[in-house]
Each structure stands twice: as structure tokens, then as C-alpha cells.
């Protein structure tokens, strides 16, 4: 024998269902394709973690160079001859503050943000002695991605003694990405700051 349940009481069990399903909760199909979701957006963040993360070091580190740059012209605004000028006379005039802790505390040397030693040499665009070469080494994604922008910044750039951008090269991405990728995994940057 079948029971009847009340209509009161049947009534009430469906105002709990509906409000249970109002309260937010889901069904095992809505939470199967929510995870499903999830499970495809974990997918693509790992598959391009490497690419966001290279455009995130190849932005910092052009924005580094950039403002060792600004620096560098800076702490020699009466130089044109740029002869006496060392890595520990630039930092002691504040050339590379941006760097904070990765300049030693001594100004002997500078590394990169990643970690590698950052030099200073004196070099020649048009005169002897007219320029100051920062030779910054990174990896070889960052140099590619970074390359055109510094192009724009220094009066000469060159990547692994491959000169790609300057008084009398004009700038090629083509010839810049096998220039960087021509040492192997990290390339080794010439930016030159002068005032010519």
C-alpha cells in the first residue's frame, strides 16, 4: 500500500528543494563542468606560465636598462670624452641605484636580475672614447623580446658582438632573434650611452 503525503507536506518539500538550489548550491552536471573549466584553465596557465614569464622578466629587465641609461647619462652630464669613466665612478655618482642590493656595497660590481655580472667599458661610435658600453648578459627569450625597445633607447645595440641597431645599422628583428639565440641559452648584450 502506497502512502500519500500530504499536499502541505509535499508543498514544503519542494519550497526546501528549490530554496537549497537557490542557496547556491550546485548540481554534480554544473559542478562537473565547473571543474572541467578549472581543469582546462590549469592546462593553459602551465602551457604559457614560460611565455608570461619571460615577458614579465623581458619588460623588468628593459626597464632596468633603460633606467641604468637615464643613470648613466646622468652621473656624466659634463663628459664627452668618457675615457676616465668606470663601473665604480658611475655607481658612485648613482648610475645604478636601480639595481639597489645587486650593486655591491663597494660599487666594484653590478649583477643583473639574472644574476649575472653587469661590465662597463669604454667604447667608440664616431670618436674615440665617445661612448660607454654596458654589457648585460640575459637569456636568450628575454634579449629577443627586449631588443627592438632598447634599440630605441641606446645610440648603439648590439647583441653576442653583433651590432643590430646604430648610427649606420638599422634595426632588423629578424637579424636580432638569430643574434640572440647565437650564444646558446643566454646572450650577452653591447649597449652603448653616449652623447653623440
Known sequence: MQHKIPSDRRLNLLR????RKQSGELSLIEAGAYMAGAALLAIAVIKGSTYVYTLIKSQEFTSEAQMFHTGILNATQNDSDFSAETLTTLATNRA???AGTRLASDKSSLKGIFNQPVTVSVGTLSTASD???????VPAAVCSMSIAALSN???QVGANNTTLAGPTTTFNSASAGTACSSAGAYATLQLYTSRT
Open 16 to 19: 526546501m528543494g528549490r530554496r
Open 131 to 137: 661612448s660607454l658600453i654596458l654589457s648585460y648578459q
Open 96 to 98: 645604478f641605484d636601480a
Open 153 to 155: 633607447t641606446f645610440s
